[in-house]
């Protein structure tokens, strides 16, 4: 004995293990030998010696057994210890103990001596005999995957070896958890067969999860046989050597998987193995312990569902844990040797005639004949159930079947506990030894009753038979417990036999057991059980304090989980009664939806002032107080607890309802009060995980609304613990199926926990399943990804739930994202449903909810019921087409499920071109009630391929359930299924980024308010999307700001150019020569334009798929400016033009007039010469004073004659109304007696409206109307204005086609359907004629009195005196004027140039210096600008600045764009240093032009020539200056340039002090091209307001086909007032829309319309309802603070508002814009 080795040979052994004490000791404790307080005690002591005296003596206080398995492992570390110290051979098994004779030295189990009886009492009992040489000689040959191998027990060390080779050895140390098994790689998505043993348990578990049921075949691929180089003479052929060594056993793999798991990841593969039809591991042998483990655990996840024939006629059925299933057990165990396969006989007995299965692994199946490693001792079981018809069923009631592995003599303990807990054992014997006689002999006290199979075959049959004889008397064994398989006897009717048998046993068992109980005698043999660990027992526990609790169901909910009962249902009714108003009746809408407002805070309040329940407090405290492990077995266990109690509640209701159904008749009132209560009879752990979300949604409403401080919260840390629910693989709910709503707060904030969680990094793609209830769509999932949605009956899914299923590094960068979001929903038509009013909106709300958060929907389609199909397909197409208004594709895939046929595609092909022709029709049908224009189809809505986007799937089970295993071809079509999903990912990631987790969150929010607003025509613009269109808005500003600065330089250019030719080169070839250059220089910038859009929504930027549908308004928007510019551009150059030939006439009489004073000058100097005596300078400017008089009144007189502009004006005007009659000339006639008008400003009076069509209406929709004609006339007069004020600044003379062109825009105007629909009379159009041109004359005059005095020959000749007066003066006193000269060039001819030039660029660089400054982010898009001034606006609460804003928008908007120019450039020194650096650019160009021009020419006036060539596209000189220049002068050309090039630095400081001189205003208003103006288009856009409220629209781009604002303003506001009290309108248009309210004003003809058909008359507005309660604070902020100035403003009375307007904050008003334009800080 190995007690007595360690005894006899202490000294030598002390002296061995003295070599590594540390080494033994670590092992001694891995082991289990020693305590971790023995070893902590062990390892102070400093002398080895001491310290391995004292470990052996522990060592033997343990027993026999760990003194033998000690001497093993010492053994196994040092490879030369002495025989002498070697464990003895027999100590490994008790049974080993006989002597030759047979006879027994050792007592049977339970009656073992004191003296040899272990201490520990957990110990595995010994087998009382060993087995004799012949016995182990038998039937060598012929075992069930039997080699000899197998009988032996599990070596020390084979275990660590065996996980060595499958690659398992890290595993064994850490355990793999669930976690880890489904996270998704790209090797989990290839197809690829084993191909090295490492490879068997990744295979084994990919399958597995996949409900694959060839999971178990663990051959790896072989390797391709070639033939042999070498030349074979004589064999040919031979027979290949078995490698057998090369794989694996299925059980060893299953047994090495299992030891490697953690407690979780056990109980999936066991719930996988058991939908597989897998027998499942009872027992598993000692592997890391010394002591068999019991899987009760593991086994409690599976639920079996069976109609016993005691129910087949009533047709009920039984549901329950198996764990919990009391039912008769027969065991099968084998004696010795065997050739009859014990498992392939099983599973003949429990398969079916119409459908074999092998339930369990036997040695024809793959890898069945491979040696077990590590499994012998393995316990199997299994069940039978049965389906309630008589004719098939095996067995009437549930049965379970267990099977040993090994032989029972090797394994004594296992067969132990069979006896203990068997009904029958059945024993397959062929020879009986003596020894294993006598171990037969020991039974005989056991209850359980024994059967032996006799297999003839053996060849020592007769001595069998004489043994059992022998037996038979004393076992009480009769003729029928003896079942002997003949030779002649097929398998066939020996199955038959033995199926007699079993079925005679479980017809009338003695003793039936459940599992749990089984577990009890488990332990009492000292077997361990994997539910006894320390944390599952904790987290079982707080569990079991909860599940006692419960007794009726609905009467728990109602006591324990109050929030979310009728609160909750309330609380979802009225969150969705403030978007859809369907109770509002004649309540106004502000003060209905202020009434919903109270209401519900009310429920909140309600809500949060409820107290903790006792359940609810034990909850929490098992998810606070709980290590994850602990908490993971607490929620699974209060899992299965609650599916159970909800199961039996379901069953009990069920029952009643059919007797109520049976015994009422029609009492439709009882059955409805059962209906109800089978509806609330579901509990599970998502209960109670939503109580605590109603708990915080409620705390985090009164911390909101000021009724609680963030100091005074409770369930804080609530999202952080749910966040790291999901992070560990449970489902979260999403939406709540039972009030149909999403706790929008909760749901945020745990995703936003989750986010922190993961550090940021949470790309996902996210994928659903939508389809008819009950028809397999979470089981699609869990069969897809390996998850754990509720499947089972009476736990249909409600509402909708989201997994997390993590993507491995190596698969992130292909498919563009971390995380895969599983989201399962309840299913559509569900039959509790149906028999509601509003089932098929609730289908509608799923639908496009799901839809609109999924990257790929999976529409699953059961191929029965054509009519269901069609009902969901309508439902899936109207959500699709909402999807697409908002500019969201997922990917669609059309699941049709239970198609077995293999030619199923080909077969289908005419069913999925009907299917798209029904989808077509659908599509169009859809638009139609989505209220969509036009002719739309499937295809348009999102990209549908119908060969890759159908996939017909086979039913799930492979049979008749219960005994029924998955279909085969079932987990195949979804594992293709799936991969082809990722392929789609892999190839989407490439054109569009997917979403976080704080934009999914955000688009939940988003997509739930617009769903909430049901019929509403469906289209949003959340923060992402409202991001995105900024983003781009920003990015085509900067676009169209390039475009239009390259056109206007080029046209700058082209101008200049034009102003240096001369009169001769302005021909129209000319004209058409540069208007054809800017013709190509607007297409390139076109094409830029449009290639930048196209590479913009191409670059693969974030979201940019949201706004896919505004990339057409883009588009239109370039091609409108193109146009635009292109007017612009030949406007510009044939004004230019048209101005130059005009020019061009004054500038030719100018030169005559300047070529007779130059002579009249040279011949006054040669007079003055030729005098004798030297005149001095005062008579010099005498004679020079006498010749200039005298030479002026010889000049012929100016073609320039000032003319009366007015004469012009009013007889164009009096042309212009020849055709409107004689009234409308009597009116001007009587307009131009009085010269006031025009003067003041204009006033609409009574007879400026139809007033035969205003009799019958009353007088405020006539005061309206005035309104309206006054609001339109000063618009017309505004444009008019600018139009006058654009001719005036060209600087030119007034030509008679500007008046013509201002009546045609008049005309025009007045024929627009807006003054149309206003009745004017003839008096108004004549008198606003009138008003407008006399005006117009005023500005004309004084443009053409500019132009003739700065054009009058006789006038510049005058100012050119002083410098003929100067150059006369040099000559007579012979001065070398050349400095002067140049300084002269500088100053008459490049100074002026030079302004006009720095003028023309500085207000181009004014605008990019602006637009790059840090300020300047306001500017980048409309709703950025519309956020600053608001905010500005509330800032500095100055009413009147409000008033200028609603009132006057346009004009607000210039003036403070105008305001901010001036402050900004006024503070700073910016403009200056524009200024410098344009005339440093421009000089440095002049100096080297001089310079060339030097180099190139002789005389000055070739030089000059050759100058101005140079710059004549950057600057305009005069001609007449350089004639100035020229006259007289001598100068050297080098010189004079050298000159020049000193004195041009002096003109620059010159010209900058000038500047600044100037305030930052007058600079404004100079230059050409007005930076004002530029900043203005980008922030105001197309100026339309809304036609409620007047609020501008901010949609980017110039030519949107649609506006919209982010925020809508109570219309009062807008001056509207009640008709009947005159008080302010308080009303938004955002609410009125969703309303049942209408409107009434001059578009709908003064009749009334409701406001939710306001885009009947509105096409081209988009009014979203508001995004949240909060989201107008703003706006009623400011009109209950300024409500009583803004009735006097608009000569109204105050609004009498709602009491919650009164209660906004201004920081509550500051947060609901932030909110609106997605400006969060």
């Not at 027992?537 to 304090?545: C, F, L, R, V």
Request: with cysteine; proline share 3%.
């Amino acid at each position: 004995m190995a007690f007595e080795t360690i005894r006899r040979e202490r000294e030598n052994l002390i002296a061995f293990l003295e070599r590594a004490p540390g080494l033994i000791l670590d092992d001694a404790a891995s082991q289990g030998f020693i305590s971790e307080t023995d070893y902590n005690d062990l390892d102070k002591l400093q002398s080895s010696n001491e310290k391995m005296r004292k470990l052996l003596v522990k060592i033997q206080l343990k027993g026999e057994e760990i003194c033998h398995r000690f001497l093993e492992g010492i053994r196994s570390i040092f490879p030369d210890l002495p025989a002498a110290l070697w464990p003895p051979a027999s100590a490994c098994s008790p049974t080993k103990c006989s002597d030759v004779n047979g006879s027994c030295n050792s007592p049977p189990a339970g009656a073992v001596n004191e003296k040899n009886e272990p201490e520990n009492p957990d110990l595995v009992p010994s087998s009382p005999l060993n087995r004799s040489k012949n016995s182990e000689e038998d039937g060598s040959n012929t075992e069930e995957l039997e080699v000899d191998m197998m009988e032996e027990d599990i070596p020390e060390g084979k275990v660590k070896s065996f996980l060595n080779k499958l690659g398992l050895s890290k595993q064994s140390r850490s355990k793999l958890t669930m976690r880890e098994t489904l996270e998704i790689d790209s090797e989990s998505l290839k197809i690829m067969a084993p191909q090295k043993l490492e490879d068997l348990p990744w295979h084994f578990l990919k399958k597995l999860m996949a409900l694959n049921g060839t999971a178990r075949n663990t051959s790896l691929v072989p390797k391709a046989e070639e033939d042999s180089d070498e030349s074979i003479k004589d064999e040919i052929f031979c027979l290949p050597k078995r490698e057998t060594e090369v794989s694996s056993n299925p059980l060893d793999v299953l047994c090495a998987i299992l030891l490697c798991s953690d407690s979780f990841l056990q109980q999936e593969i066991f719930l996988k193995m058991s939908m597989c039809q897998f027998a499942l591991p009872l027992i598993l042998p000692p592997l890391e312990t010394p002591k068999c483990t019991f899987m009760l655990w593991a086994l409690r996840a599976i639920v079996r569902k069976w109609r016993p024939h005691s129910l087949a006629e009533s047709r009920g059925f039984r549901e329950e844990n198996v764990v919990l299933i009391s039912m008769p057990t027969i065991s099968f165990v084998r004696m010795g040797t065997s050739s009859l396969s014990k498992s392939k006989l099983l599973n003949e007995v429990l398969s079916s005639p119409q459908h074999h299965h092998d339930f369990f692994v036997h040695r024809d199946v793959d890898s069945g004949n491979i040696g077990r490693e590590i499994s012998n001792g393995l316990v199997e079981i299994s069940w039978y159930f049965p389906a309630g018809r008589e004719n098939s069923d095996l067995f009437p009631e549930p049965v379970a079947i267990a099977n040993l592995r090994g032989d029972i003599e090797s394994h004594w303990s296992q067969f132990s506990f069979l006896t203990e807990v068997s009904t029958a054992v059945f024993i397959f014997v062929e020879n009986i030894s003596k020894s294993e006689y006598n171990m037969f002999l020991t039974l005989r006290k056991l209850a359980s009753k024994f059967y032996f199979i006799l297999n003839t075959e053996g060849g020592k049959s007769m001595e069998a038979l004489a043994s059992l004889n022998r037996l038979a008397s004393v076992l009480n064994l009769t003729k029928s417990q003896l079942l002997v398989k003949e030779k002649s006897q097929n398998i066939t009717e020996f199955v038959k036999k033995l199926h007699l048998s079993m079925r005679n046993i479980v017809t009338s068992p003695q003793k039936v057991m459940t599992i749990e109980e089984m577990s009890a005698i488990s332990q009492e043999l000292g077997i361990e059980i994997d539910a006894d660990t320390l944390g599952c027992q904790n987290g079982i526990s707080y569990a079991k304090e909860i599940i006692e609790e419960i007794g009726d169901v609905a009467d728990y909910k109602k006591e324990m989980l109050k929030l979310q009962g009728d609160l909750w249902r309330n609380v979802a009714k009225v969150e969705k009664e403030q978007c859809r108003m369907k109770g509002q009746a004649d309540t106004p809408t502000e003060d209905y939806k202020s009434q919903l407002r109270e209401k519900w805070i009310q429920l909140r309040t309600q809500q949060n002032q409820c107290d903790l329940t006792n359940g609810i407090t034990k909850f929490i405290n098992g998810l606070q107080h709980l290590c994850p492990t602990e908490k993971h077995f607490f929620l699974k266990w209060m899992k299965f607890n609650l599916d159970r109690v909800a199961r039996k509640n379901l069953l009990i209701l069920k029952e009643e309802y059919k007797e109520k159904c049976r015994t009422t008749g029609n009492d439709t009132e009882q059955l409805k009060q059962l209906d109800k209560l089978i509806s609330i009879s579901s509990l599970g752990v998502e209960h109670f995980m939503r109580e605590l979300g109603q708990f915080y949604e409620a705390e985090y409403m009164m911390v909101k609304e000021g009724k609680k401080t963030q100091d005074q919260r409770q369930f804080v840390q609530l999202p952080a613990i749910a966040a790291d629910l999901m992070l560990e693989g449970f489902p979260m709910e999403l939406i709540d199926g039972d009030a149909s709503n999403i706790p929008l707060q909760w749901v945020t904030d745990v995703l936003t926990e989750l986010h922190k969680k993961l550090g940021g990094r949470s790309r996902m793609q996210i994928l659903t399943v939508l389809g008819v209830q009950s028809t397999g769509k979470s089981t699609l999932l869990n069969t897809m990804f390996g998850l754990q949605f509720a499947v089972s009956s009476g736990r249909c899914t409600r509402g909708a739930f989201m997994t997390l299923l993590r993507v491995s590094e190596n698969l992130q960068q292909e498919i563009g994202c971390d995380f895969v979001l599983v989201i399962d929903t309840e299913g559509l038509k569900a039959p509790e449903l149906a028999k509601l009013e509003d089932s098929y909106e609730h289908d509608n709300e799923l639908a496009t909810l799901v839809i609109g958060l999924s990257d790929i929907t999976i529409v699953n389609l059961a191929m029965e019921n054509a009519t269901e199909m069609k009902d969901i397909l309508q439902i899936v197409v109207h959500a699709f087409l909402r999807m697409e208004n908002i500019g969201h594709k997922p990917n669609c895939q059309f699941v049709h499920q239970n198609v077995s046929d293999v030619s199923a595609h080909d077969q289908n092909m005419r069913d999925r071109k009907h299917l798209l022709e029904q989808l077509n029709e659908m599509t169009t049908a859809a638009a139609r009630m989505e209220k969509r224009h036009g002719d739309v189809c499937f295809s348009d809505i999102m990209d549908y391929d119908p060969e890759k986007d159908n996939w017909y799937i086979p039913g799930l089970w492979h049979g008749v359930p219960p005994m029924a295993p998955v279909n085969l071809g079932y987990s195949e079509s979804v594992s293709e299924l799936k991969r082809y999903l990722f392929d789609f990912m892999r190839t989407s990631s490439q054109n569009r980024s997917s979403k976080d987790i704080p934009q999914f969150a955000e688009w939940i929010k988003s997509l739930w308010n617009a769903v909430k607003h049901e019929n509403f025509i469906f289209s949003f613009r959340n923060s992402l999307v409202a991001d995105a269109y900024n983003q781009l808005s920003m990015k085509y500003s900067e676009w169209e700001w390039d475009f239009w600065k390259e056109i206007y330089c080029w046209v700058s250019k082209a101008e200049t150019s034009i102003q240096n030719r001369s009169l001769e080169e302005l021909k129209d070839v000319v004209l058409d020569k540069i208007i054809l250059e800017g013709y190509h220089k607007l297409d390139a910038g076109e094409q830029e334009m449009l290639q930048r859009i196209q590479s913009y929504f191409e670059s693969g930027g974030e979201h940019l798929h949201l706004i896919e549908k505004y990339k057409e308004d883009f588009v239109r928007s370039a091609k409108f400016l193109r146009n635009h510019l292109e007017s612009y551009l030949v406007n510009k150059c044939q004004e230019t033009i048209l101005i130059c030939k005009g020019q061009g006439k004054i500038d030719n009489l100018q030169a005559k007039y300047f070529k007779t004073m130059e002579g009249k000058v040279n011949k006054l100097l040669e007079e003055c010469k030729e005098r004798k005596c030297k005149l001095n300078s005062k008579k010099l400017k005498r004679e020079f004073e006498k010749m200039w008089k005298e030479t002026l009144a010889e000049l012929p007189s100016t073609i320039l004659t000032l003319r009366q502009i007015d004469v012009d004006v009013f007889h164009q005007l009096r042309k212009d109304l020849e055709s409107r009659g004689s009234l409308a000339n009597q009116i001007l006639q009587e307009l131009t007696c009085t010269s006031e008008l025009g003067k003041k400003q204009f006033i609409i009076k009574f007879k400026h409206l139809e007033m035969t069509f205003f009799k019958k209406m009353k007088e405020f929709f006539f005061k309206e109307c005035l309104v309206e004609l006054e609001i339109a006339t000063m618009s017309l007069i505004e444009k008019c204005r600018n139009y006058v004020m654009k001719k005036v600044n060209l600087k030119g003379d007034y030509v008679e086609t500007y008046c013509r062109e201002l009546l045609w825009m008049i005309n025009q105007e007045l024929q627009e359907k807006y003054f149309q629909k206003l009745y004017f009379t003839i008096n108004f159009e004549v008198e606003v004629k009138y008003h407008i041109l006399q005006e117009a004359a005023v500005s004309f005059q004084g443009m053409h009195n500019a132009f003739y005095k700065a054009n009058n020959p006789r006038q510049r000749l005058e100012n050119l005196k002083p410098h003929y007066f100067s150059v006369f003066k040099d000559l007579y006193n012979e001065k070398d004027a050349c400095q002067k000269r140049a300084m002269n060039f500088c100053d008459v001819c490049l100074k002026p140039a030079l302004v006009d030039y720095l003028y023309k660029r500085l207000g181009i660089d004014i605008v990019d210096n602006f637009l790059s400054s840090a300020q300047s982010i306001q500017y980048g898009s409309r709703s950025f600008f519309q956020f600053m001034v608001q905010k500005k606006l509330l800032e500095d609460e100055n009413f009147d600045e409000y008033v200028k804003y609603i009132s006057d928008y346009k004009e607000f908007v210039k003036s403070w764009i105008e305001a901010h120019l001036v402050d900004h450039y006024g503070e700073s020194q910016d403009l200056a240093a524009l200024e410098k650096e344009i005339l440093s650019a421009v000089i440095k160009e002049v100096k080297v032009a001089l310079e060339s021009s030097a180099e190139e020419t002789v005389t000055l006036s070739e030089f000059l020539e050759c100058f101005c060539q140079e710059m004549s596209e950057e600057l305009v000189i005069s001609k007449e200056s350089l004639d100035i220049i020229l006259f007289n002068n001598t100068s050297k050309v080098r010189s004079f340039s050298a000159d020049v090039q000193v004195c041009i630095s002096e003109v620059m400081e010159r010209i900058l002090a000038d500047q600044s001189k100037l305030n930052v205003d007058m600079i404004l208003q100079e230059v050409p091209f007005k930076p004002q103006e530029e900043i203005f288009k980008r922030v105001f856009g197309c100026g339309k307001q809304c036609p409620f409220c007047k609020v501008p629209c901010e949609a980017g781009g110039g030519n949107h086909q649609e506006h919209f604002a982010s925020i809508h303003r109570p219309q009062g506001l807008g001056r509207y007032r009640c008709n009947e009290s005159k008080e302010l309108v308080y009303s938004l248009c955002s609410s009125d829309v969703t309303s049942d309210t209408d409107f009434i004003n001059m578009d709908t003809g003064w009749e009334r319309h409701p406001y939710k058909e306001y885009r009947q008359y509105y096409p081209d507005w988009r009014i979203q309802p508001d995004a949240s309660i909060a989201a107008s604070d703003y706006w009623k902020f400011i009109f209950n603070k300024y409500n009583q100035k803004f009735a006097e403003e608009y000569d109204a009375l105050p609004a009498v508002l709602p009491a919650d307007w009164k209660r906004i904050t201004k920081q509550q008003a500051l947060e609901s814009i932030q909110e609106a334009f997605n400006m969060k800080e």
